[in-house]
């Protein structure tokens, strides 16, 4: 017998996520998803970002990697709670993986909780995971074409981080074409340029995150 | 490699649903999956293929309807349909007057059931 149904298959994903989203509301915190492809940056920003703003907001850290713990210690070194998710095999964060780990996040203790994902360009753009904003990185280094071969990331995020601006000298990528591919994408999308190594930029990022958390 | 946590969350439906109505088993689940929603339609046959052992969907075939990226252009009053996964300017008049209107689909619309 053929029955007709009509269901997201992600339906009980984005159910889960949407309770998390309803937890975070509750105990006033506001979640960024940070997704970029492998060595774009994330935790680099993520450092940078805490030291610029852990005066001014309390931030805890969700770490989400194939294998291993190295980035969760980078973050903890720098007195920030951190939770290492290990999804052991899986290219992305789903919502039922942060469900899990907030358990072990002091949400009555903090402002903004920063979900670092796997490194993948195309995964992470479809499982939410009940953040108030995704942000993408891209580095300058990945190439121009990336914008168009990788289209839902674009789409999905609100901001875009283009991270490594220090090797601009050294390397043949039109800043141009990638900002202006993207915005075609995404109108909407706010573009920071940032060296997470000098520094440059970071201060315009981190005001802009600040404004939406406060 | 999502497309295993697709097929997952496809069998998940698909097992609540017949336990909700009381069937017994599957024989086929027709999916639409937009071109621009970033799974591929040889790499969920696969995925499916995987994770349908010991369900309830375990002898389910798997049809997938590939849905193209359409837009309506509000300058040309029309609609059209594109090749690639994205849109950067309506192909009629060129403008970006236009809104996406299929193409980012991961829905589940039919299944056979007994
Ligand atoms: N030159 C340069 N290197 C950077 C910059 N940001 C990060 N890196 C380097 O890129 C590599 C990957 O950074 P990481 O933050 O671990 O990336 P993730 O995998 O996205 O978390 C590290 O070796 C960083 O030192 C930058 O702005 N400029
Ligand atoms: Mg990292
Ligand atoms: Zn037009």
Redesign the pocket.
């Known amino acids: 017998m053929k029955v007709k149904v009509v269901a997201q298959i992600l339906e009980a994903n984005d159910r889960i996520a949407a309770e998390n989203k309803k937890l975070f509301k509750e105990s006033g915190v506001y979640v960024i998803n940070l997704m970029?492809?492998?060595?774009?940056?994330?935790?680099?920003?993520?450092?940078r970002t805490i030291k610029e703003l852990y005066k001014k907001l309390r931030i805890a850290v969700i770490e989400g990697d194939i294998a291993g713990t190295d980035?969760a210690q980078r973050i903890e070194s720098l007195g920030i709670p951190a939770v290492q998710i290990n999804t052991g095999g899986a290219c992305h964060l789903d919502a039922n993986m942060i469900n899990e780990a907030i358990a072990d996040v002091p949400l009555k203790d903090i402002d903004l909780l920063i979900i670092?994902n796997v490194?993948n360009l195309v995964c992470p753009a479809e499982f939410k995971v009940g953040e108030d904003m995704k942000i993408m990185?891209l580095?300058i280094t990945e190439g121009d074409d990336k914008p168009l071969k990788y289209p839902l990331m674009f789409q999905e995020s609100s901001a875009l981080i283009l991270?490594?601006?220090?090797?601009l000298p050294h390397i043949n990528a039109d800043l141009a074409k990638i900002k202006n591919n993207s915005l075609s994408l995404n109108p909407s999308l706010k573009i920071f340029e940032?060296?997470?190594?000098?520094g440059e930029g970071i201060s315009e990022w981190t005001s802009w995150l600040q404004s939406l958390v406060a | 490699m999502h497309e295993v946590s697709i097929a997952l969350g496809l069998l998940e439906f698909a097992a609540e649903y017949c336990k909700r109505e009381g069937y017994k088993g599957i024989e086929a689940i027709t999916v639409k999956i937009g071109k621009a929603s970033g799974v591929m339609p040889e790499a969920l046959h696969f995925a499916f293929e995987a994770v349908k052992v010991g369900t309830i969907a375990e002898k389910a075939c798997l049809n997938i309807d590939e849905v193209p990226v359409s837009g309506f252009c509000s300058n040309c009053n029309k609609s059209f349909t594109v090749k690639q996964t994205y849109v950067l300017s309506c192909p009629i008049c060129g403008k970006s007057s236009f809104r996406i209107e299929t193409g980012q689909e991961l829905n589940i619309c039919e299944m056979e059931v007994f």
């Open positions: 970029s492809a492998p060595g774009a940056g994330k935790t680099s920003l993520i450092e980035d670092e490194g990185i580095s991270n490594k601006i220090d090797l940032v060296s997470c190594k000098t």
